[in-house]
């Protein structure tokens, strides 16, 4: 192993050895900074301290070469680098030990990506409770299942292993009702509605999913039903049968209702319109997680959890009824 240390810019290199061809970086990184902990090297990763050859690296799971040179910025001794959790804890709704029930606030990531950072259910997760199955991949500590950084709602955490796979195979047998809250452009013809269309990775935009032709997608379907409606806009209740990325997003969308504040499906409709200037408009997709039910994976009770709407969402409903107000299906 070759290392060295600048003391001007508190700077620590190494070269990889033979002998970690294909460790991942924070596990590296720990084994020659046993001065700091696994989680705050990973915080130092995912804030962009850490260069692997020429590039920054954001992901502490990625796996090294033999003969590449890693490079962490510890920056000033008494300054340590910047928490990107610092500020947040965990909204714990239920909690045993096999699993837990977090009802998350838009803006906060699921688990980190290779191009997102940030505070994530997954780091707090693993603050609290310590280290937790990563059955889902090694960046997903305790995540079960996933929902969109603007997204808010229910998600699931897996505390034990056996308890994390019973989860995982209730979530593949369609075992877990979900109904999402959201609002949307436009008022769909009929009061109730499946949408039924595969979905897959946009051809013209990879950062995206579309509705793809049969046979080239996965099978998603989505039910609906509206539970308000106002000129230029509706209330939605979804229950997704299917749990695919976007989908109630790009379900939506693909009929011309899409969600209010959605960054990336905001296609718009023959009949939609846009919220006044003064309208108290969310900072992201108006779409909530609102019911999860679930067999609890030991006892096998059925458990039934509800999360609030969030105030931003509270807020543009009650603008909704005092300047749209068209009343209830």
Do not use: N
């Not at 003969?67 to 680098?81: I, K, M, S």
């Not at 990336?264 to 997709?285: D, N, T, V």
């Not at 609030?308 to 005092?322: F, G, S």
């Amino acid at each position: 192993m070759s290392s060295e240390s600048d003391s001007r810019a508190d700077v620590r290199r190494f070269v990889v050895p033979p002998d970690a061809d294909g460790e991942r970086l924070d596990r590296f990184l720990v084994a020659r900074l046993p001065e700091f902990s696994r989680t705050q090297l990973q915080s130092r990763v995912r804030a962009g301290a850490v260069r692997v050859g020429a590039e920054l690296e954001s992901r502490p799971s990625r796996l090294l070469v033999a003969g590449e040179h890693v490079e962490l910025a510890l920056g000033r001794p008494d300054a340590p680098a910047e928490d990107p959790c610092a500020g947040h804890e965990l909204r714990v709704v239920y909690e045993d030990e096999y699993f837990a029930i977090v009802d998350k606030p838009a803006g906060l990531l699921s688990h980190p990506g290779a191009h997102t950072v940030g505070p994530s259910v997954s780091e707090l997760a693993r603050r609290r409770w310590g280290e937790l199955p990563s059955l889902q991949g090694e960046d997903r500590p305790g995540i079960v299942h996933r929902l969109d950084v603007g997204t808010s709602g229910l998600m699931v955490v897996g505390r034990e292993v056996a308890a994390f796979e019973r989860l995982l195979e209730a979530f593949r047998e369609r075992r877990v009702a979900k109904v999402y809250y959201g609002l949307v452009h436009g008022e769909p013809r009929f009061d109730t509605g499946w949408i039924e269309a595969p979905i897959g990775r946009s051809p013209s935009r990879p950062d995206r999913m579309s509705v793809v032709p049969a046979g080239e997608g996965r099978e998603a379907a989505t039910y609906y039903e509206v539970l308000e409606r106002f000129h230029g806009f509706a209330w939605l209740a979804c229950r997704p049968r299917t749990g695919r990325t976007h989908q109630i997003r790009v379900h939506l969308a693909h009929v011309d209702h899409p969600l209010v504040g959605d960054p990336l499906y905001k296609r718009a409709g023959p009949h939609s319109i846009r919220l006044a200037p003064e309208a108290p408009a969310p900072a992201r997709q108006a779409l909530h997680a609102g019911r999860l039910e679930l067999d609890h994976p030991v006892s096998g009770a059925r458990l039934v959890f509800e999360s609030p709407l969030p105030d931003d969402l509270e807020r543009l409903l009650a603008w909704l009824r005092a300047h749209h107000a068209r009343g209830a299906p």
